[in-house]
């Protein structure tokens, strides 16, 4: 099944106007996605979690243009169209324009691209948001879901805010792999973002998961651990048991890091500071502080805490990026 076999399933009405906006939160998952069962349709091995990280994230305004070919702008610059970026969005919105249809895509980030912090999930369920307003197509929010997935797998989760698991599925079409918002919201926690290094990544995710699946012995145990993962993240939420979370959400980051470790070649996305700053966090702990952390497909880190405790992570890491997931307005 091709993506645009999805797309004709799920798009039945469209009323063109001439343009779309939208804003995606990014999102950082706690139970991480690593590995696809269908690299086409982005379909992944497990189900996954992720928390929304509130006003960071991307918006974009779609505009249907006279001029061959479409033109694409990041922050108000223009994006050199034979960028790998520019391919990817160009084949990405191919699957939903007839040949005379152009566009011009203007999206604003306010996060760093291509480093850990989930850019390419924000900006594909951005662009699906906006593309929605255009067409008018009136997708239930589940649908946007099967839609931003074709464009990046963790952009399924970044259609909401607050806590969203992206259920795996079993269909070969994917059409029951979506996110789905979990209802609960806990207002006092806190991420933490803490950049080492802002540029842009040297290898994909979607390399690096291939890479694991093909060559580590260690990736078999994935699954399973992730199975458990979900069920004990789910009852932290539930009973707001912060520890539990932290500690389930950090071992998760490990483990997935460690197939990376002993794939062939070997992937580390850690720097130094990556490991001093993980070390500083293990004794902030051991001297009873309650902070955890989690790590994506870069050197960056997120920590997670309480409110209670902002103020002494804070003197800790100084120049750390607060986030309130839950702060008013943010979430559903
Ligand atoms: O959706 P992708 O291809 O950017 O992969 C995301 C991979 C991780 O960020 C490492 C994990 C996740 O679940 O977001």
Redesign the pocket.
């Known amino acids: 099944m091709k993506k645009s076999d999805i797309v004709k399933l799920l798009i039945k009405d469209r009323l063109p106007g001439t343009s779309g906006k939208a804003f995606a939160p990014t999102n950082i998952?706690l139970c991480?996605?690593?590995g696809k069962r269908n690299s086409e349709l982005n379909l992944p091995v497990t189900s996954?979690l992720?928390i929304s990280l509130a006003d960071k994230g991307c918006s974009a305004e779609i505009t249907i243009i006279d001029q061959d070919p479409d033109c694409y702008f990041l922050n108000d610059q223009a994006i050199d169209m034979s960028a790998a970026f520019s391919t990817r969005l160009k084949n990405f919105l191919d699957l939903f324009r007839s040949d005379k249809t152009h566009f011009r895509v203007d999206i604003f980030a306010n996060i760093p691209i291509g480093a850990g912090l989930?850019s390419?999930?924000c900006g594909f369920a951005t662009i699906v948001l906006a593309l929605n307003e255009l067409f008018a197509w009136k997708l239930s929010k589940h649908e946007l879901s099967i839609l931003a997935r074709l464009g990046?797998?963790?952009?399924a989760r970044s259609i909401w805010h607050g806590f969203v698991e992206w259920q795996s599925g079993e269909r070969s079409d994917g059409m029951d792999s979506h996110g789905v918002l979990i209802q609960q919201q806990w207002p006092e926690l806190c991420v933490g973002l803490h950049y080492l290094n802002k540029q842009e990544k040297k290898l994909s995710?979607?390399i690096a998961m291939q890479r694991t699946i093909e060559t580590s012995r260690l990736y078999s145990a994935w699954p399973n651990q992730v199975q458990q993962d979900l069920l004990y993240i789910k009852e932290a939420i539930k009973t707001r048991d912060f520890d539990m979370l932290g500690k389930t959400a950090e071992n998760n980051a490990m483990a997935m890091h460690a197939t990376m470790a002993s794939a062939w070649p070997p992937i580390v996305y850690s720097l130094e500071e990556t490991l001093s700053a993980m070390q500083k966090i293990w004794k902030l702990r051991e001297e009873g502080l309650s902070v955890y952390f989690t790590q994506?497909?870069g050197p960056n880190l997120k920590l997670l805490f309480l409110k209670k405790d902002l103020a002494e992570v804070q003197v800790h890491f100084p120049s750390l990026e607060i986030i309130h997931p839950f702060a008013e307005g943010h979430y559903a």
């Open positions: 998952a991480k996605y690593w996954s992720s989930a390419s999930a990046s797998g963790s952009a995710s979607r994506d497909a």
